[in-house]
Every structure is written in structure tokens, then in C-alpha cells.
């Protein structure tokens, strides 16, 4: 994707490369990669400021399942856990991109799975894994909370909803 200068790219697009097989997911590493270098670019030239990666199947709903932000940072799984995959699942990403200079940048986001198929020994004792969001708008698409300073009750803390007068203007 390209991202202008001085842009903030939010967008969501459909996740096709996925593996062919069922299996479960033991790892996630993000990325975002430079289209012409290959590298990841300098976090004061462009950047990833988040990125969710977003699945949905049947009888689930469409759940938030991994997370990045600038830092990227890699995740795996305690051995003997993973997140359940199948080939039916739809998968997208919502994320935001920042331009901070004054040319446009091709970039790519990436993730890297550790993966073992169903057919592997070791499947057989995977545990499911079901990740537990924790956002104060459960799941609205911009999850903003305004608690400005100064509300709140004597103890000077803010006690949501029970002290929310107005929390998202």
C-alpha cells in the first residue's frame, strides 16, 4: 500500500495469505516492510501505529485475535496452547500508517505465523486459546474514552459508567 506524505492511513483490508491447512497458530510476529528495500522503514519515517487483526467463523462472530503497534512485538504461545485456525475463517486487518516525512512510501504489513497443521503429532494436544479483548467501547471501531481531568468523585477517580456524564462527545 502506499502512504502519502504526512498521511494517517486507517483502513481494513481482507487477509488472503493465510495457511492452506487447519492447525493451530503457536506464534505471531507483525511487520511492516519497506515495498522498494525489504527493510522495515525508521519509525520516524513511517510507521505502523496499530494494527488488529480481526477473524470471524461460524457461531464466533467477528473476534479481534492479534494486536500490534509501533513496537511490533512477537508473541508465542505456551507449549501445548494455540489459537485455533481453519481455512474458513475470514480474516481482516484494521490498521493505521503514518507518513511522517514529505514523500510517498509503498510499504508492505506483514505477519509471520508459527504454525502446526492438524496433521502433526503435536496438534493432538493443543489447547485452544480464545483471546479476551479488553476495550472500554467492546469493540466499537473507534474506542475512544474521554475522562478529562478533574472528573471523577472525591477520591479523585473516575468510576465508569457510574460517574460518565458525557464520555464520548
Known amino acids: 500500500m502506499t502512504v502519502r506524505p504526512g498521511q494517517n492511513l486507517i483502513d481494513i483490508n ?4 493465510r495457511p ?3 492447525g493451530w497458530i503457536v506464534g505471531f ?3 511492516l516492510v519497506d515495498a522498494q528495500t525489504g527493510r522495515s522503514p525508521s519509525v520516524d519515517i513511517v510507521h505502523l501505529h496499530h494494527a488488529v487483526w480481526l477473524v470471524g467463523e461460524a457461531g464466533r462472530g467477528l473476534n479481534p485475535v492479534f494486536a500490534a503497534g509501533e513496537e511490533k512485538t512477537a508473541f508465542r ?3 501445548g496452547f494455540g489459537w485455533r485456525y481453519t481455512t474458513d475463517q475470514a480474516w481482516l486487518i484494521n490498521h493505521m500508517l503514518h ?3 514529505g514523500s510517498s512510501h509503498s510499504v508492505y504489513i506483514t505477519y509471520e505465523l508459527w504454525f502446526i497443521p492438524d496433521s502433526a503429532p503435536e496438534a493432538a494436544s493443543i489447547t485452544r486459546i480464545n483471546t479476551q479483548w479488553m476495550d472500554i467501547q467492546d469493540g466499537k471501531p473507534y474506542p475512544v474514552f474521554d475522562a478529562l481531568r478533574g472528573t471523577g468523585g472525591k477520591d479523585r477517580r473516575f468510576t465508569f459508567p457510574d460517574e460518565a456524564t458525557n464520555p464520548y462527545p
Open 14 to 17: 481482507v487477509q488472503t495469505q
Open 20 to 22: 492452506s491447512e487447519n
Open 29 to 31: 510476529r507483525p511487520g
Open 77 to 79: 504461545t505456551p507449549a
Open 99 to 101: 507518513d511522517l516525512v
